[in-house]
């Protein structure tokens, strides 16, 4: 019988250890949560005891979201060369070690280079782990764990929050045991990371057929060979990230890095500034922090449904329809900003849910529509770039709510959703239900391709 290419590794069934994967690459997210969200709350002791500017209260809060900016990209591009599992493991030992370190700082331009790091590797984790999940797992169950990390975000910052309030009240050296805390959680992951397999698609791409063999029969069974691997490289003389780029990968670039910008722009900005916007909506004091709550809880739930929808709706209706009724949710908020306190609760969770599409699909679509060779690159420049807008959209809040008012602010948050469902109209893909070298190649292939070893 011939064995066709992806057969038995893309059609497998969900294993354990598929399951434990998804878990352990869920760190990543999870402490991406925990460590912007844990800053928040310390700084209500940092700044006064550091005596810290407006300015540099402002850094030091960005810090990490900058970290994240640059390590995503390096990361990315570290793992493509040298190896996801290598990688899986050395980001959090460095958010472990400079986690603790934050206990001992005694002036903000060391808090601001140790949270610049931990956000560094906690940017690098995103490209390392779901580059390696992707590269593992079925086709039929990678989009929701692929989307099941962004769910892990949110509960990372719940956590966060928690575990602030109670560290709050031990006394002035609460806001230090917070900072260190993360630590806690990412000695946890990097024990459960270790022993994980490098991926034998990246391994195969590198010409290391023997290796990749044994981690397919470690994995996929005694039967499972390297002809169950897809040759990617056919037809790809250069796999340098540009050359890819210019070989039509540019555009499908550009469509992550846009629908990404548009999907957390006003997600970021109406989480951080979540009590001051229903604030300016006549939702104020314990209600305003009432309501926070509730839209968190919202954006979670609404991910929850995105996940079990994602596979039976396919990738495309999904992102656009997000786009379209979340958006209109804005837009009502942005026409309507007097309406009643129960009628603007209600619109701020329907955004929070109906969002939850294009949340997931920010680590399902840039790992499936780039080659194995590109992919950790890849998902690196495009986190990266949508940090970017998310770091001017969070900026620009506090001027837009001065300047033009609860109504205004929502009316340009609606059109941003607006950009997003032009351009997913225009350019977003459907992969549902394909293995992952398909999904990533630019024209359908008519034939299986088999791979013998010695290739």
Same mark, same amino acid.
């Given at each position: 019988?011939?064995?066709?290419?992806?057969?038995?590794?893309?059609?497998?069934?969900?294993?354990?250890?598929?399951?434990?994967?998804?878990? $352990?690459?869920?760190?990543?997210?999870?402490?991406?949560?925990?460590?912007?969200?844990?800053?928040?709350?310390?700084? /209500?002791?940092?700044?006064?005891?550091?005596?810290? +500017?407006?300015?540099?209260?402002? =850094?030091?809060?960005?810090?990490?979201?900058?970290?994240?900016?640059?390590?995503?990209?390096?990361?990315?591009?570290?793992?493509?060369?040298?190896?996801?599992? /290598? =990688?899986?493991?050395?980001?959090?030992?460095?958010?472990?070690?400079?986690?603790?370190?934050?206990?001992?700082?005694?002036?903000?331009?060391?808090?601001? /280079?140790?949270?610049?790091?931990?956000?560094?590797?906690?940017?690098?984790?995103?490209?390392?782990?779901?580059?390696?999940?992707?590269?593992?797992?079925?086709?039929?169950?990678?989009?929701?764990?692929?989307?099941?990390?962004?769910?892990?975000?949110?509960?990372?910052?719940?956590?966060?929050?928690?575990?602030?309030?109670?560290?709050?009240?031990?006394?002035?050296?609460?806001?230090?045991?917070?900072?260190? +805390?993360?630590?806690?959680?990412?000695?946890?992951?990097?024990?459960?990371?270790?022993?994980?397999?490098?991926?034998?698609?990246?391994?195969?791409?590198?010409?290391?057929? !023997?290796?990749?063999?044994?981690?397919?029969?470690?994995?996929?069974?005694?039967?499972?060979? *390297? &002809?169950?691997?897809?040759? !990617?490289?056919?037809?790809? !003389?250069?796999?340098? =990230?540009?050359?890819?780029? @210019?070989?039509?990968?540019?555009? @499908?670039?550009? %469509?992550?890095?846009?629908?990404?910008?548009?999907?957390? /722009?006003?997600?970021?900005?109406? $989480?951080?500034?979540?009590?001051?916007?229903?604030?300016?909506?006549?939702?104020?004091?314990?209600?305003?922090?009432?309501?926070?709550?509730?839209?968190?809880?919202?954006?979670?739930?609404?991910?929850?449904?995105?996940?079990?929808? #994602?596979?039976?709706?396919?990738?495309?209706?999904?992102?656009?329809?997000?786009?379209?009724?979340?958006? =209109?949710?804005?837009?009502?908020?942005?026409?309507?900003?007097?309406?009643? &306190?129960?009628? *603007?609760? #209600?619109?701020?969770?329907? %955004?929070?849910?109906?969002?939850?599409?294009?949340?997931?699909?920010?680590?399902?679509?840039?790992?499936?529509?780039?080659?194995?060779?590109?992919?950790?690159?890849?998902?690196?420049?495009?986190?990266?770039?949508?940090?970017?807008?998310?770091?001017?959209?969070?900026?620009?809040?506090?001027?837009?709510?001065?300047?033009?008012?609860?109504?205004?602010?929502?009316?340009?948050?609606?059109?941003?959703?607006?950009?997003?469902?032009?351009?997913?109209?225009?350019?977003?893909?459907?992969?549902?239900?394909?293995?992952?070298?398909?999904? &990533?190649?630019?024209?359908?292939? +008519?034939?299986?391709? #088999?791979?013998?070893?010695? #290739?």
């Amino acid at each position: 019988m011939t064995v066709t290419a992806g057969n038995r590794v893309d059609d497998a069934p969900l294993s354990r250890f598929h399951k434990k994967l998804a878990l $352990y690459s869920s760190g990543g997210p999870f402490l991406d949560g925990y460590v912007l969200s844990i800053i928040g709350v310390a700084m /209500v002791q940092i700044t006064p005891q550091l005596d810290l +500017s407006s300015s540099a209260e402002g =850094l030091i809060g960005a810090s990490a979201l900058i970290g994240i900016f640059l390590g995503a990209f390096v990361g990315g591009y570290l793992t493509d060369r040298f190896g996801r599992q /290598v =990688l899986y493991t050395i980001d959090l030992i460095a958010i472990i070690g400079c986690s603790v370190a934050q206990f001992w700082a005694t002036d903000p331009v060391w808090l601001f /280079v140790l949270r610049l790091l931990i956000g560094m590797a906690v940017g690098a984790d995103y490209p390392i782990a779901t580059s390696l999940l992707a590269e593992f797992t079925p086709r039929r169950y990678r989009g929701p764990l692929l989307g099941g990390l962004v769910v892990m975000w949110f509960v990372g910052a719940a956590v966060a929050y928690i575990v602030g309030e109670l560290l709050l009240q031990t006394g002035d050296d609460g806001w230090r045991w917070m900072l260190a +805390s993360a630590a806690l959680p990412a000695t946890v992951i990097v024990l459960l990371r270790l022993g994980t397999p490098e991926s034998p698609r990246w391994l195969a791409n590198k010409g290391r057929v !023997e290796e990749a063999e044994a981690v397919l029969k470690k994995v996929y069974g005694p039967e499972a060979t *390297i &002809a169950d691997l897809p040759d !990617e490289q056919e037809g790809r !003389e250069n796999v340098d =990230l540009k050359a890819i780029l @210019r070989a039509g990968y540019g555009g @499908r670039m550009l %469509y992550i890095s846009v629908f990404w910008t548009c999907s957390i /722009v006003p997600l970021f900005a109406i $989480y951080a500034f979540g009590p001051k916007i229903l604030g300016a909506l006549e939702l104020e004091g314990s209600l305003a922090n009432v309501g926070s709550a509730l839209i968190t809880v919202m954006f979670l739930i609404g991910c929850v449904i995105a996940l079990l929808g #994602v596979n039976r709706i396919g990738r495309r209706p999904l992102v656009i329809h997000s786009f379209v009724w979340s958006g =209109l949710a804005l837009l009502l908020l942005g026409v309507f900003p007097d309406a009643p &306190a129960a009628v *603007i609760m #209600v619109l701020f969770a329907l %955004y929070a849910v109906i969002i939850g599409g294009t949340q997931i699909l920010q680590w399902i679509y840039p790992n499936e529509l780039f080659p194995t060779e590109v992919r950790g690159s890849a998902v690196g420049l495009a986190s990266s770039a949508s940090r970017i807008g998310a770091a001017v959209g969070t900026y620009l809040v506090p001027m837009a709510l001065t300047g033009w008012g609860i109504g205004g602010t929502m009316l340009a948050a609606a059109a941003i959703n607006a950009v997003g469902a032009v351009v997913s109209v225009l350019w977003a893909p459907e992969t549902r239900g394909m293995a992952l070298h398909e999904a &990533a190649a630019l024209t359908p292939r +008519s034939e299986p391709v #088999v791979r013998t070893a010695g #290739v």
